[in-house]
Each structure stands twice: as structure tokens, then as C-alpha cells.
């Protein structure tokens, strides 16, 4: 599954309703990244957000921020975002420096502009099953289930990981597509067992290519979320070369779900510019 080629079919889709509405209303989404510090990973990521935005035709705002600056001081900043009407969408790049309380940040973000879909109020709307502001990366995943006509409905879903960013919404949005859900995580027993069971495997764990072919059954979907860096090289959490032998359907790394999450962090941002009009 070709995550390049997907997420550039969903932004040039954003570019031309961006082109609607800025014609239409004179407005476009906005969307405001702060990074505090100078964490390497952070500054690609920010800078790729930013290149995807001004493509897609946004309004782009990157706030640069020390790595000595404290929990008020960007609390300010997101507060300014907050009353901010040509801004659609905040977005906070963490980590975070250890002397700020990132939930308080976090939770500080207006909902309706909480485009990476982490505040309270929007996790609870996506555990019950209401739309909101999905989490960016399950999101992508959910994309690439939809592109690729894969029906979901009475499928067994298996997701390793249980983190707040990635498997515990992963589980939820797979719950709503009607799957029946299992999520896998460093204390479970028998992991390759039940993954064996799998119709789709979500591999989030964050361990250089865990998941070998002993754990996937013939013809599963795999969407690969890990991205590690081995040899100067960058690898899955799934063992690509033998798994792809076994799966119908399996997300390369790079070029998988990489791609599709800062697409859908545009798509967020155009949800919550619609709201507004």
C-alpha cells in the first residue's frame, strides 16, 4: 500500500477545496505549529508540515520556541492561537523539555482546534464513537482500509501497542468499522498467537522489525506505524521482506503511514476550518 501516492491524492483533494473556499469566502485553514527546542527528529517533522501546508494552500505559522521556555510561557502562546479566528488548528510538536507539563499544554488546546486529536474531550468523543478530531496517524491507517476497498466488518483487527497516540485510538476507530478488536502489548502472553488470528495487524510498538511471518496469517492486511532507525536505515516494526511474502495488503516503511499522517493532520485542519464557515 502506496502511502506516497495515497497522501498526495488527499492533498491535492484539500488543495482544490482550499482553492473553492478561498474564492468563495476569501478565507483558507490555518494552522499554527509551536516547537520548543531544537529536538533533530522535530525540525524535519515541523519543516514537512509546513512544506505540506503551503502546498495544499494554507495559512502556515511556525512559532519557534527555546528550550528553556516554561509551561506558561507556551500556554501563552497557545492561548493567543486559541482567540485566534485565522487559525483553524494548533499543534504543539513534542516531546516536550522536561520542565513543561505537556498534559497541561495539551488540555489547554481549544477541542475544536485540536487538530492532532489528543485532548480529553475529543479522545471521549472518538471512544463513543461520535466524529471528531481523529488522532492523525490511526486516521491514516483508517485511510489506507478505505483506498484500498478493504472491508472491515466482522474482521478480527489485532493492534500491538496501547500508547494514548497511536493503539488506543487505532482499537477505537477499528471498533467503529465494526471489527472485533484485540490490542497486544508488552505484557500480553502468546502474542504471536493471536496475531496469528488477524485479519488486520497494526504494528505500533516501536521495535525494529517484531513482527516476523510467525505472526501473521495468509493473506492479513498489515499497516506497519514503526519507524526505527537500524544502520542508518529505516525499518518497521514488521519484518517487511518475509511478512509481504504471507500478507495481501502491507504498508511500507518509509513510504507507508509516514506520509499519510501529516496528510491527515492537513485533513483535521480543513475539518476544523469547515466548522467555522
Not at 516547537?35 to 495559512?59: F, H, I, T, W
Not at 466524529?131 to 466482522?154: S, V
Amino acid at each position: 500500500m502506496d502511502g506516497k501516492a495515497l497522501s498526495q491524492k488527499v492533498r491535492a483533494q484539500l488543495k482544490l477545496k482550499v482553492d473553492e473556499y478561498k474564492a468563495k469566502y476569501s478565507r483558507v485553514p490555518g494552522l499554527a505549529v509551536i516547537l520548543v527546542g531544537e529536538d533533530p527528529a522535530s525540525q524535519v517533522y515541523v519543516r514537512m508540515k509546513n512544506k505540506n501546508c503551503e502546498e495544499a494552500g494554507y495559512k502556515s505559522i511556525v512559532n519557534r520556541m527555546p528550550d528553556t521556555t516554561t509551561t506558561e510561557e507556551l500556554l501563552a502562546v497557545v492561548e493567543q492561537y486559541n482567540n485566534d479566528d485565522t487559525i483553524n488548528g494548533i499543534l504543539v510538536q513534542l516531546p516536550l523539555p522536561k520542565q513543561i507539563d505537556e498534559h497541561k499544554v495539551l488540555y489547554s488546546i481549544k477541542p475544536e482546534k485540536d487538530v492532532d486529536g489528543f485532548h480529553p474531550f475529543n479522545v471521549g468523543l472518538m471512544n463513543i464513537g461520535e466524529e471528531t478530531l481523529y488522532p492523525c496517524t490511526p486516521y491514516g491507517c483508517m485511510k489506507f482500509l478505505e483506498e484500498y476497498g478493504i472491508d472491515t466488518t466482522g474482521k478480527n483487527a489485532v493492534v500491538i501497542g496501547r500508547s494514548n497516540i497511536v493503539g488506543k485510538p487505532m482499537a477505537s476507530l477499528l471498533l467503529k468499522a465494526n471489527c472485533t478488536v484485540t490490542v497486544c502489548h508488552s505484557k500480553t502472553k502468546n502474542m504471536a498467537e493471536i496475531c496469528r488470528q488477524a485479519d488486520i495487524l497494526v504494528a505500533a510498538i516501536g521495535k525494529p522489525e517484531f513482527v516476523t511471518a510467525d505472526f501473521v496469517k495468509e493473506g492479513a492486511v498489515i499497516l506497519d506505524v514503526g519507524i526505527n532507525r537500524v544502520d542508518d536505515k529505516l525499518v518497521g516494526d514488521v519484518a517487511y521482506e518475509e511478512v509481504s511474502k504471507k500478507a495481501s495488503c502491507i504498508t511500507p516503511v518509509p513510504g507507508g503511514v509516514g506520509p499519510m499522517t501529516i496528510a491527515m493532520l492537513l485533513a483535521n485542519t480543513m475539518k476544523a476550518f469547515e466548522a467555522t464557515l
